[in-house]
């Protein structure tokens, strides 16, 4: 038995999942400056890892691709589960 189906209905509880780039702390005066073109400086280097976290978990690592027209994340390592 596979471990998807050891979870029987439990795998079909959903779950959210985030790629997180970079964080940043912005004053509210900085937030209200923002318009469409503005450009957040982040601490992470273009080519870096992007951090996957799963119900607020960080669960991996992944890289992020453009696909047709759309920006998905490709899962490349799983954290050590501790």
Same mark, same amino acid.
Do not use: K, N, W
């Given at each position: 038995? %596979?471990?998807l189906e050891q979870l029987g209905d439990l795998a079909r509880i959903p779950l959210e !999942? /985030? @790629? !997180?780039?970079d964080q940043r702390i912005l004053t509210i005066g900085e937030?209200?400056?923002l318009e469409p073109g503005s450009v957040i400086k982040l601490?992470?280097?273009a080519g870096e890892n992007i951090d !996957?976290? !799963?119900?607020? @978990?960080?669960?991996?690592?992944? /890289? @992020?691709l453009a696909?047709?027209?759309m920006l998905c994340v490709m899962? %490349?390592?799983?954290r050590d589960r501790e």
């Open positions: 038995m %596979t471990p !999942v /985030e @790629a !997180v780039l937030i209200l400056q601490e992470r280097s !996957v976290h !799963v119900g607020g @978990a960080h669960i991996g690592y992944g /890289e @992020a696909m047709e027209d899962i %490349t390592d799983f």
